[in-house]
């Protein structure tokens, strides 16, 4: 009978298009014979079987002939039968499980995906595959050359054995272990055959290989710092665009409580972006210490080193300043005109302004002192002085600052102050230097140029039995005023001389030149005349009418009067010398004609 060799498909083989044509050997010549597929499983083939003559191929030796019609998907038995010139009939032969398959292999859910970043771990292929897999490899391909790897430089990894097979709802993790270059951007192609020999591949486009980490920059707030509601605010430079990141507050458990610790906020939006950004997060408790820590990961999934900064405190109160003088409504000079305050804490800066209101033209008002250049931070009492301000005017005192943690206090001050810097002075003063003075003339009298804080007049004896002894009375509510002014002063002794200073100060505490009057002699006894003549009842003539006496102190003032008292009528009575004009004055004996 005759044979069959060298047959092909081989049973299990898969084949396609150009390979489902069927090879064999005849043993004989032969004068007629078959070649026959028939579907067995896969596809449905509503042709099957597929049977062609072996017409045309009948001698001995190697002969083959394509069959047509097969299904993709199908699989088929191959069966070749003939007979020989004789009549013998070969005995029947097949080959099964031939797979016939003309689609291409196809790779689905392929990353990276195109733009995508990469490191090491993440260049690591992944793809999906719908039927085994004879051969195939993974190929990165330079196409920038910005890295200094040239473009056009492969990169390529051969699937293995576990790569190529199919696999369910599986994912192929491809680890390609290859030397990808930081900086350069790449093309991904997957290529594989399948067992039928139908070639397929899966591209993407611009991938990015990036192996360094991300770095921050110009982290803030600082290590040991303190922030306020502004400056909690976190602040850092991106060495490059990143896919995540986070700024966290965790509270040290030092300070006041804080139980909603730690306090989160995720890089979003533009604070991803390369470059300076600006983060807050919220919730922070006033007192409380907190560590400060920055995280982030690139496009690439490099995780940067995390920032730490510790110690930080935050302090969500404003300033305040305890007792700031000068007080509302008060007058000042060139010396109360310092300003006295209490900062309640470390300041960074502040100032001290003069605001003039009224009064006086100030042409430099505001006058402001800044308080850092002053050296007036401090957690302490302070004072400043602003500098010469214009006399007469009205000003506003005002005090601002802020404290380290960046809270700002509103403007605090006194109102109404007037800058008075001229001493007051006292006219008119008497008794007058070198007077005698008595309980009518003792009186002293001056005036006021203006209101008073205080003052006194005081007789302090020089000489006689009161010698070195003060007599001081202090000004009353009425002799501050301003104007003419009296004052009794009670207790001097008779025959004593006395110094009468009159001095005061004004509201502003300007201490006026004291006015001195010296050599006063205190008198309180009545004068008396002594030897009197004419004696009374006497006639007296012409010559007899002088009057003689004897004066018992000098006198200031006085008179010899003759008045008619009866008799003949004197029509020029009363007769009257004064002693003063006739200069009879003086102590001792005196006489005057009338």
């Known amino acids: 009978a005759p044979g069959f060799g060298s047959v092909t498909p081989i049973a299990g083989a898969y084949v396609k298009a150009d390979t489902r044509v069927v090879a064999w050997t005849n043993s004989e010549n032969i004068t007629a014979g078959t070649v026959t597929y028939t579907k067995t499983a896969g596809s449905t083939d509503t042709a099957s079987p597929h049977v062609v003559s072996m017409a045309g191929k009948l001698t001995l030796g190697a002969q083959s002939t394509d069959v047509t019609g097969l299904v993709d998907g199908a699989t088929y038995t191959l069966s070749l039968v003939s007979t020989d010139s004789a009549g013998n009939v070969s005995n029947a032969f097949s080959n099964a499980g031939i797979n016939y398959d003309t689609s291409v292999p196809l790779f689905g859910s392929v990353t990276p995906a195109d733009n995508a970043y990469v490191n090491a771990t993440t260049q690591t292929v992944t793809f999906t595959l719908n039927e085994s897999l004879q051969n195939g490899n993974i190929v990165y391909t330079n196409t920038s050359g910005a890295g200094g790897e ?21 994912t192929h993790i491809a680890n390609v272990v290859t030397a ?36 921050f920059g110009a982290v803030t707030p600082a290590a040991s710092s303190r922030v306020g509601p502004v400056s909690r605010q976190v602040k850092y430079t991106n060495s490059e665009q990143l896919a995540s990141g986070e700024a966290r507050y965790t509270w040290t458990g030092t300070g006041s409580n804080d139980g909603a610790s730690p306090h989160v906020t995720a890089f979003g939006g533009a604070a991803l972006n390369a470059g300076s950004q600006t983060v807050d997060v919220t919730g922070l408790v006033d007192g409380s210490e907190y560590t400060l820590q920055l995280n982030s990961t690139d496009l690439a999934l490099n995780a940067a080193d995390t920032v730490t900064r510790n110690g930080i405190i935050y302090d969500s109160m404003p300033p305040a300043f305890g007792v700031l003088t000068p007080a509302t409504s008060t007058r000042i000079n060139g010396t109360t005109r310092i300003v006295a305050w209490t900062n309640s804490e470390l300041l960074s800066g502040g100032e001290i302004r003069y605001t003039r209101t009224g009064g006086s033209v100030d042409p430099a008002s505001p006058r402001i002192v800044n308080l850092a250049t002053a050296n007036k931070l401090a957690m302490a009492t302070q004072t400043v002085d602003p500098g010469v301000l214009v006399e007469g005017s009205i000003y506003t005192l005002t005090i601002s600052g802020t404290d380290v943690a960046g809270n700002s206090n509103a403007p605090a001050g006194n109102v109404n102050i007037l800058y008075d810097n001229l001493a007051p002075s006292f006219g008119s003063v008497t008794p007058l230097t070198n007077g005698y003075v008595g309980p009518n003339t003792r009186m002293a009298r001056w005036t006021n140029s203006e209101d008073l804080a205080g003052g006194q007049v005081e007789y302090e004896g020089t000489a006689g039995g009161d010698s070195g002894v003060k007599h001081t009375v202090a000004f009353d509510a009425s002799h501050k005023l301003t104007g003419s002014q009296t ?29 001195v009057r010296t050599n006063l002699l205190y008198d309180n006894v009545l004068p008396n005349f002594g030897a009197v003549t004419p004696a009374s009842d006497k006639k007296v003539n012409l010559a007899g009418r002088a009057v003689g006496w004897s004066n018992s102190e000098t006198l200031s003032s006085g008179e010899v009067r003759y008045t008619r008292t009866g008799g003949a009528a004197d029509t020029g009575s009363p007769h009257t010398v004064d002693l003063g004009a006739v200069g009879k004055l003086g102590q001792g004996n005196q006489n005057a004609d009338v």
Do not use: C, F, M, W
């Not at 430089?153 to 696999?167: E, F, M, P, R």
């Not at 930081?182 to 990036?210: F, H, Q």
């Not at 009670?490 to 300007?510: M, Q, R």
């Open 180 to 215: 990808l270059a930081t900086g350069e951007t790449y093309s991904l192609a997957v290529n594989g055959t399948d067992l039928a020999g139908n070639v397929n591949s899966a591209s993407k486009a611009n991938i990015r290989y990036d192996a360094v980490k991300p770095a």
């Open 150 to 170: 040239p473009i056009g430089t492969q990169h390529t990894y051969t699937l293995s054995a576990d790569d190529k097979t199919s696999k369910v709802s599986q």
């Open 487 to 515: 004052q009794d002063v009670l207790g001097l002794v008779n025959g004593s001389t006395y110094k009468l200073t009159v001095s005061g100060t004004d509201l502003a505490g300007n201490a006026g030149t004291p006015i």
